[in-house]
């Protein structure tokens, strides 16, 4: 439809366009027939051998004026009519004007064309004049015009349908296989062989398709490991209770209390870490503060200081950054945590500040703070690496070490350093998990002078 509207408005423009050139063609065209005609004229009257008729063309009027302003000889319509205009000739050439009224039929204008002719002592004037051409010029050509306007316009709208309804079957094929796809099959658009923007449309869907099943497979796997997760808590908790419920002289509140609360405790662990993930997920800001990363790890070193697991840490003073001091202190005690599991008897925490051009990374304009975890346990083989950062992925030597764990320590670790510009990784080391905390230093960082040995926790 818009289309056709536009042909339309576009044929109408060539025409009007067209017929305004035409018009302009057959005014200069008759001009120049009046000058013409005028010239002839004043030739034969400066040779005293006018010949009659003065127009060889019925609508054209001629007055001959002379040097008193007395019409001596006109064309039949002007006959015993005043002179028809009193402009004269500037100079030798003729001069052209349009005259409306006077001995002219009431509204019509006529091009009149003005020659000197000298005769008889004096300077006459050969008036010579024709109707304006209107606007349309001639009905005939006008239809002509206008009718091939609208044959343009009609032959512009439907190829121009054609070709649309051609370059679009594509996207309809697209449309369709999309009603088609659903949760249970994700399925492809077709993609069309030609090179252009519909093919780049199709692969774009192709890859949100992608991204989206990969998500839905990843939520179908939280889904299962998260309910995995909570009912084996809740399993133990039941059958406790339906023992004592069985055999309720055989046990005591105390008794079932204690072994229930581990369990609660697991649940407890579980839904603080999901909603933890909940706010990250739904980009919860965190605060933005100096927080003084050397300090908040050796208070953590200090509290370790008393597990069965030697933990020894290295830190380098004034490493300051910007961020949520609690969700900092959340991801150091994960990272510990997860160590502490995994660890045969030490562990090492390393924090330093790096400048920035040992970084290379423009997220750190400021220089990087480095922390680095390291447990001398069995390590994570590297093709396992990123498997540990997915919710509720445990592997399994993390459930034969910790059957109580949630899985979701590592990721929501991550997460919070990505939330703040950083990055946690696990990096190769000689023996054991090595992780790799970077988060970027605060401006006024460089203030602090930087020195080693700064031991807590040994």
Sequence with gaps: MFGGVVAALLSALLATVLMIGIRNFVTDNLTQELAANAGRLAIQLEQDQVGYPLAHHHARDVQVVDSRGRV??????LRGKPRMTRFTPGGEEAATSVVCGGVFPPGECEIVVAQWANHAGGRWIVYSASPVPPPWVDPRLAGLVVGGAAALAGAATYLGYRIARAALRPVHAIRAELDEITAASPGRVPVPPSEDEIRALADSVNNTLSRLHAAMEQLRQFV???????????????????????????????????????????????????????????GVPG??????????VSAECRIRHTSAKRVECS????????????RLGRLLTNLVDNAQRHAETKINVTL?????????????????AVLEVLDDGAGIDPDKRELVFQRFMRLDASRNKDPGGTGLGLPIARQIAEAIGGTLRIEDSPHGARFVLRLP??????????????????
């Design 72 to 77: 001596v000889a006109s064309t039949d319509d």
């Design 441 to 458: 230093s605060a401006s006024s960082a460089s203030e602090h002078a930087p020195r080693r040995g700064h031991d807590a926790g040994r």
């Design 315 to 326: 830190l380098e003073f004034g490493v300051v950054v910007i961020g949520d001091r609690g």
């Design 224 to 282: 299962s490991d998260a309910s995995h997760d909570l009912r084996s808590p809740i399993a133990a908790m039941r059958a406790e209770v339906e023992d004592a419920l069985v055999a309720p002289q055989e046990t005591s509140v105390t008794t079932v209390g204690s072994a229930v609360l581990g369990s609660l405790d697991r649940l407890q662990a579980i839904s603080q870490d999901l909603l933890t993930l909940a706010r990250l997920d739904a």
């Design 352 to 368: 330093r500040r790096e400048p920035s051009d040992e970084s290379g990374d423009q997220r750190f304009p400021h220089g990087v």
């Design 287 to 296: 605060a933005r503060e100096r927080v003084d990363l050397t300090e908040l």
